[in-house]
């Protein structure tokens, strides 16, 4: 049994600034707070490919994940590393990341894919973000009704931690617009 669900999401800013926040999203410390669930980010990896121009960016995020009590009961830890890979086409005006759990896999496997481009009602000052995730709770399969019970609230928790992620990102956004237009926040 696998639990997916899809999101999309219009920034109203355009796709270069939106792409900056993703960046900063996680360095940010005033951010620290509210991404409370996001231990600790480092990048593994960056290439820059001088033929196309596109970035690809590696990073390690670890996230404390909580799960139902019995999981946490049967899995023995609340930690999960993921790794993110990143490709940035900016001739293109793409970026598209895409996460999995390399911890715990024996147990829940999540796979996460964003992904930003110019809108197109408005490519130069909108940002059209799409998100998909999937999460699938391996060893409860023969406990169908139970697995899809915890794979629902697992679905839940990332719904919600994604809320915060968009705030966080459009506070970022905010906040290089009016960098941008030289006035102080």
């Known amino acids: 049994m696998v639990r997916a669900y899809s999101q999309e999401y219009v920034y109203k800013h355009p796709w270069e600034r939106v792409t900056s926040a993703s960046w900063r999203k996680y360095a940010d410390p005033e951010n620290k707070r509210t991404l409370s669930h996001i231990l600790e980010v480092d990048t593994l990896n ?3 490919d001088p033929q196309s121009g596109k970035l690809y960016t590696t990073r390690a995020i670890t996230i404390h994940a909580p799960g139902p009590w019995l999981i ?3 899995v023995g ?3 999960c590393h993921c790794v993110e890979s990143t490709k940035v086409d900016a001739q293109a005006r793409s970026m598209q990341l895409n996460t999995r759990n390399i911890s715990l896999q024996r147990f829940i496997e999540v796979v996460e894919k964003i992904q930003y481009d110019p809108h197109p009602d408005n490519p130069n000052g909108w940002t059209i973000c799409r998100q998909e995730t999937s999460i699938r709770i391996k060893p409860l399969s023969a406990l169908a009704s139970m697995a899809e019970k915890i794979e629902q609230r697992c679905a839940e928790k990332f719904v919600q931690n994604s809320a915060k992620g968009r ?5 970022i956004c905010k906040y290089l617009e009016a960098e941008s237009s030289g006035i102080a926040l």
Request: charged share 55%; proline share 0%; glycine share 0%.
């Open 46 to 48: 960056r290439k820059l």
């Open 72 to 74: 946490r009961k049967i």
């Open 77 to 79: 830890q609340d930690i």
């Open 167 to 171: 705030e966080v990102m459009e506070r």
